[in-house]
């Protein structure tokens, strides 16, 4: 069994810095890679960005690529995703969740999920 926590959400103006961080317990020699996904109201969920075990290998989505930037420390076993000019459309509940098998960018490629942390962006 695998846990994780999010946190470093908040409310945050455009142009605005946050760095969500992921906590992970349990089973941690079953983590590989890892991803954040996020979900805001009435959208399904999507990729962010993603990262392999020793962080030799990172992507990102379309839409935060050259702002959003994902790391990881397995030694503190934690993730992190820096999110770096903000917008209102990030707005929404981000996720971290370790990769399993399958694509990458597909949410049912994960099996363990964090509660999320909700960013909200104004304008």
């Known amino acids: 069994q695998v846990t994780l926590v999010e946190s470093g959400g908040g409310l945050v103006q455009a142009g605005g810095s946050l760095r969500l961080s992921c906590a992970i317990s349990?089973?941690?020699?079953?983590?590989?890679?890892m991803a954040w996904f996020r979900q805001s109201a009435g959208k399904e969920r999507e990729f962010v960005s993603g990262?392999?075990?020793?962080?030799?290998?990172?992507d990102v989505a379309e839409s935060v690529k050259g702002r959003f930037f994902v790391s990881r420390d397995n030694a503190k076993n934690e993730a992190y995703l820096q999110m770096n000019s903000l917008k209102p459309e990030d707005t929404a509940v981000y996720y971290c969740?370790?990769?399993?098998?399958?694509?990458?960018?597909?949410?049912?490629?994960?099996?363990?999920w964090g509660q999320g942390t909700q960013v909200t962006v104004s304008s």
């Open positions: 969740a370790t990769y399993r098998r399958g694509s990458y960018y597909a949410k049912r490629s994960y099996d363990y």
């Open positions: 349990g089973r941690t020699d079953y983590v590989a890679a």
């Open positions: 990262i392999s075990y020793n962080g030799g290998y990172t």
